[in-house]
T-cell receptor, first 115, second 112 residues
Framework: NAGVTQTPKFQVLKTGQSMTLQCAQD?????MYWYRQDPGMGLRLIYY???????DKGEVPNGYNVSRLNKREFSLRLESAAPSQTSVYFC??????????????FGSGTQLSVL | GESVGLHLPTLSVQEGDNSIINCAYS??????FIWYKQESGKGPQFIID?????DKRQGQRVTVLLNKTVKHLSLQIAATQPGDSAVYFC???????????FGTGTRLQVFP
């Protein structure tokens, strides 16, 4: 099983450019999440989707938008990239909300550099 | 505010020894705690979890201890192996929230 698949794995952007990070899971999970990980730090929640058709802000949502396209796919969009958004981005999914103590399954990450 | 932190950023152990990774948390409303392992170039991987109504839970070669009195969490790895080399994160969830808060991580290095 593929689990959680993220594309692309690497991306370099210029300040002001836009792009969309794609995420898909094949585990029939209801909840999906986007995290960012900066060097020497833990992961911080950007946005999450508790179920298909819903999205909510996490700890650091500014500068990002998300779309829960269907049950499998959850995309993250940077409308106008800034150097502060240089980070590694992880998508994750869980059968149900983490509030119910469901386990998170992570993708392998997208390394984004904004110049 | 809420925070989860680790005492040691890097831990070096000899192969075969036991490893202990510590974590402090400050949110007394947290009731579920998780340890993740992250290998280089990969996403975090679930290791073991514990709920606040427990003080110890054991898995295969790993044990998590929870001391709610001092808000302290630890991960013990028995007979540490080279494959255990990774960064380990503790994370917490407060009751009823969907915000999984991660600590900054501890790098475990295993040498022969």
């Amino acid at each position: 099983n593929a689990g959680v698949t993220q594309t692309p794995k690497f991306q370099v952007l210029k300040t002001g450019q836009s792009m969309t990070l794609q995420c898909a899971q094949d585990m029939n999970h209801n909840s999906m999440y986007w995290y960012r990980q900066d060097p020497g730090m833990g992961l911080r929640l950007i946005y999450y989707s508790a179920s298909e058709g819903t999205t909510d802000k996490g700890e650091v949502p500014n500068g990002y938008n998300v779309s829960r396209l269907n049950k499998r796919e959850f995309s993250l969009r940077l409308e106008s990239a800034a150097p502060s958004q240089t980070s590694v981005y992880f998508c994750a999914s869980s059968l149900d909300r983490v509030a119910t103590n469901e386990k998170l399954f992570f993708g392998s990450g997208t390394q984004l550099s904004v110049l | 505010g809420e925070s989860v932190g680790l005492h040691l950023p890097t831990l070096s152990v000899q192969e075969g020894d036991n490893s202990i990774i510590n974590c402090a948390y400050s949110n007394s409303a947290s009731d579920y705690f998780i340890w993740y392992k992250q290998e280089s170039g990969k996403g975090p991987q679930f290791i073991i979890d514990i709920r606040s109504n427990m003080d110890k839970r054991q898995g295969q070669r790993v044990t998590v201890l929870l001391n709610k009195t001092v808000k302290h969490l630890s991960l013990q790895i028995a007979a540490t192996q080279p494959g255990d080399s990774a960064v380990y994160f503790c994370a917490e969830i407060a009751t009823g929230t969907d915000k999984l808060i991660f600590g900054t991580g501890t790098r475990l290095q295993v040498f022969p």
